[in-house]
Every structure is written in C-alpha cells, then in structure tokens.
C-alpha cells in the first residue's frame, strides 16, 4: 500500500473524515477514476485556542485519466462544497503550478505556518467566503498523515 492510501485508510473512520469532503470521481461504467479528500486538521492560534481547519490530500487520478479534467472537477467540486459549508480555507502541500490555477496562494502570506519547514511555494491556501484576517497560526495536519 502506498503512502496515500495508508493515509486515507488511517483517516477513515476518526473524527477529520469529512464525508461530504471525501469525493469519487466515477465514468458511466461506474469505474472509479479519481478521489479527493479534504480532512480536519487543526490551527494552533498563538494564544493556543485550537479550532478545526480544512486541509486538502491526497487527491489521485488513474494515470490514464489523467489531463481529461478529472483532478480539475475534484478540486472544484471540493472548492464550492468547503465554500458552501462555511468553511474559511482549504491548505494543502502541494504542486505550485497546479494550484494557483484554483485561486490557491502562499499560506504563510496569509499568517498559516507549517508544522513543518515546508517551502512557501508549496504551503498553499485557498481563502473561502467565509475567509477572516483573523484566521492565522499553525496549521497541524491530522495524525493520520504522520506515516513512519
């Protein structure tokens, strides 16, 4: 098993699942082509109030579905669905070429630090509606995601 499915194994079934922000992208035969999964994780305020936030990963395509709009629907979809529930930002750590396209910017630009000394071009964030200055510190990732 790889890293990314030990991942969302480890994650199913706690409370960071998120179910509507767990989503399959299927083709008419009822194949199933891509996933995304966006979890609690949680920010660390600095006068250490902790509340939950959104974080992004893993997303997946089928190698031969990918550049067909597979991963682009995903992001979307889990873009307007976070949106709609309210939620203030999506981070993640991911490509800096693929994410901006989706309105993803540098998280600690924002105030999010890492929880790790990540590069700023990969810790992004995608501001929501529901976005407030007041909305900084450190991002912790759920447990799951601390694979040995």
Known sequence: MDDESAI???LRGTDRWIADLSLVAQV???QIVGHCLTSAGDLVTASGTVRPILTLGPISV???RQR???????????IATADAAGWPVILLLGHATYY???GFES???LGLEPERPWSDEHWLARRL???SPEVR????????FRIV
């Open 28 to 30: 008419a035969d009822g």
């Open 68 to 78: 067909t709009g597979v991963g682009t629907a995903l992001i979307r979809t889990t």
């Open 129 to 131: 509606a529901a976005w």
């Open 8 to 10: 969302v194994d480890r």
């Open 107 to 109: 998280a600690r630009s």
């Open 137 to 144: 510190g450190t991002v912790h990732f759920p447990p799951a």
């Open 62 to 64: 089928l190698p031969e």
């Open 100 to 102: 901006p396209r989706f």
